[in-house]
Nanobody, 124 residues
């Protein structure tokens, strides 16, 4: 059974940092692309970042470039999202998603597996 379990969401002040984790199981971690998405109340889900485990290719949505960093630990079957210089508009539920192969994209329709989400709250 495929599972993606996010953690690390919290309440943080604007300008602060958080590291989200997504622990994966049930598939070959080396052969997948993993994405981070977020959804704020009343807004559509948007792609934030993704990484291709086979070659390390990464993608970032424009608003997070230079502030967020995605990384993957193959040995731990875990993908991370380091978020720095957080802004109030970064507040959302953050989801981890996975798809087999080299399919890194901010488009959520290509992903086959999803986690339950972790809440990130930003105080101004």
């Amino acid at each position: 059974e495929v599972q993606l379990v996010e953690s690390g969401g919290d309440l943080v002040q604007a300008g602060g940092s958080l590291r989200l984790s997504c622990a994966a199981s049930g598939f070959s971690f080396e052969d997948v692309s993993l994405g981070w998405f977020r959804q704020a109340p009343g807004k559509e889900r948007e792609g934030v970042s993704c990484i291709v485990n086979s070659d390390g290719y990464t993608y970032y949505e424009d608003s997070v470039k230079g502030r967020f960093t995605i990384s993957s630990d193959i040995a731990k079957n875990t993908v991370y999202l380091q978020m720095n210089s957080l802004k109030p508009e970064d507040a959302a539920v953050y989801y981890c998603a996975a798809v087999l192969g080299h399919h890194c994209s901010g488009y959520d329709g290509i992903y086959d597996y999803w986690g339950q989400g972790t809440q990130v709250t930003i105080s101004s």
